[in-house]
């Protein structure tokens, strides 16, 4: 894990050297919030895409002086971030890229385009059907047209192929360090394994590829001793529901910290984004837009509806990961999330697992609350044992 604290302890430094060198090789720099942001797309302009900063609490009373204060947390962080200028990823970024997914995100990137150039990409809200795929097609066509014009690059059939690729690789070795969290006992700490999804979306591409890998290598020799970070009869967790961006920590070091083992967060910050590659089905330009369609249109998010495959995904997960119970966590005022809990919580008790739900935001001022209830669902979790 050495590389990746290192990391966290530079996120602010090196890698901000990093971007500023590359910018000043006459490179873009390009930030998104949403994974539905197509990086490979970005890449394949010789651009690099970075995730912006929206996981801290301290940004969100600026951003309040501004926005409705019933409005998700996340939002109002990177909001704030801006308005602070204190996020040096926003502040390297040569333009964002938005999404109509949430109705306060889409609202508020009117806004942040008052402070950076914002390019908002409109999202079908119901991408599995053969009409949202071909708008989502039209949207990633631009997307691409966008991208050339930013950096003066066009995106060529062998340049998408090589990024499709690139990002591919990445996604492998984080469902491949994934999957190692699925034995039991775990051979890495849920605290981890979150920091190390949440450091995918800011690092270099290949070198964090590479470093994953390095790590996997260590781990399997660790599953092959049976060694693990808790118990073999700690309760295995699965965290659900909105994504957990840099420096949002809460639940899992609470969980943790009472003797939970987090074994797998279904989340943007997690398997929705890494389940799925490109898989190209033809050679032409044409044909690997259609494959990066294909992907996208399959993130579960609740955002959209109806969205049976974020419940599918959800059982098949509880089965593959052999865990005791599910955390439902949301953020507060995110209404997809929150309803969406109704039918998750449904099928997990057709499968007959608990759920607690926690609906939270970054201020640590619950923390004491949210223990006490996570230990009473371990205590549930122990006695159906
Ligand atoms: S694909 S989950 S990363 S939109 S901002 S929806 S928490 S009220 S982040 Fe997301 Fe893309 Fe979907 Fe994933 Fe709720 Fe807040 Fe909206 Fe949020």
Redesign the pocket.
């Known amino acids: 894990m050495d590389y990746f604290d290192f990391v966290v302890s530079e996120v602010h430094g090196l890698r901000i050297e990093e971007l500023a060198k590359l910018r000043s090789a006459g490179k873009k720099v390009v930030g998104a919030?949403?994974?539905?942001a197509p990086e490979e797309i970005a890449y394949a302009a010789d651009a690099t895409m970075v995730g912006l900063c929206?996981g801290a609490d301290f940004s969100v009373p600026d951003a309040e002086a501004v926005l409705p204060r019933n409005?998700?947390?996340?939002?109002k962080s990177f909001y704030g971030f801006k308005i602070n200028r204190t996020c040096p990823y926003f502040q390297s970024s040569d333009l964002v890229v938005g999404?109509t997914?949430?109705?306060?995100?889409k609202k508020v990137y009117e806004l942040l385009n008052e402070l950076v150039p914002t390019y908002v990409l409109e999202v079908p809200h119901k991408p599995d059907t053969a009409q949202g795929k071909a708008f989502w097609f039209k949207e990633l066509e631009a997307f691409k047209t966008e991208m050339e014009k930013l950096t003066g690059n066009e995106i060529t059939t062998k340049k998408l192929k090589e990024a499709i690729g690139l990002i591919n690789n990445k996604r492998r070795a984080l469902k491949r360090l994934s999957d190692l969290r699925a034995k039991s006992p775990s051979p890495i700490s849920g605290l981890d394994g979150l920091l190390i999804d949440q450091i995918s979306f800011m690092d270099d591409v290949k070198r964090f590829t590479a470093k994953v890998n390095e790590l996997c290598d260590e781990l399997d020799q660790r599953v092959r001793k049976g060694e693990g970070v808790a118990s073999k009869d700690a309760s295995r967790l699965m965290i659900s529901g909105?994504?957990m961006a840099v420096p949002n920590w809460k639940v899992h070091s609470i969980a943790e910290s009472v003797g939970a083992s987090i074994v797998v967060e279904e989340?943007?910050v997690g398997t929705?984004y890494f389940t799925d590659l490109v898989e190209p089905k033809g050679e032409s330009l044409n044909d690997l837009l259609w494959a990066i369609d294909e992907k996208y249109s399959k993130?579960p998010?609740?955002?959209f509806t109806p969205n049976q495959r974020r419940i599918e995904s959800i059982t098949q997960l509880s089965k593959q990961f052999n865990v005791d119970g599910v955390i439902y966590y949301?953020?507060q005022?995110?209404?997809?999330?929150n309803v969406e809990g109704v039918k998750v919580e449904r099928a997990l008790k057709a499968q007959d697992l608990p759920m607690l739900k926690i609906e939270t935001d970054y201020a640590m001022g619950d923390s004491e609350q949210i223990k006490t209830r996570i230990q009473a669902f371990l205590e549930i979790i122990e006695e159906k044992r």
Do not use: W
Request: hydrophobic share 30%; charged share 15%; net charge negative.
């Open positions: 919030f949403c994974i539905y929206a409005l998700c947390p996340l939002i999404e997914t949430c109705d306060g995100k909105c994504p989340s943007c929705r993130i998010c609740a955002c949301t953020l005022n995110c209404h997809d999330y």
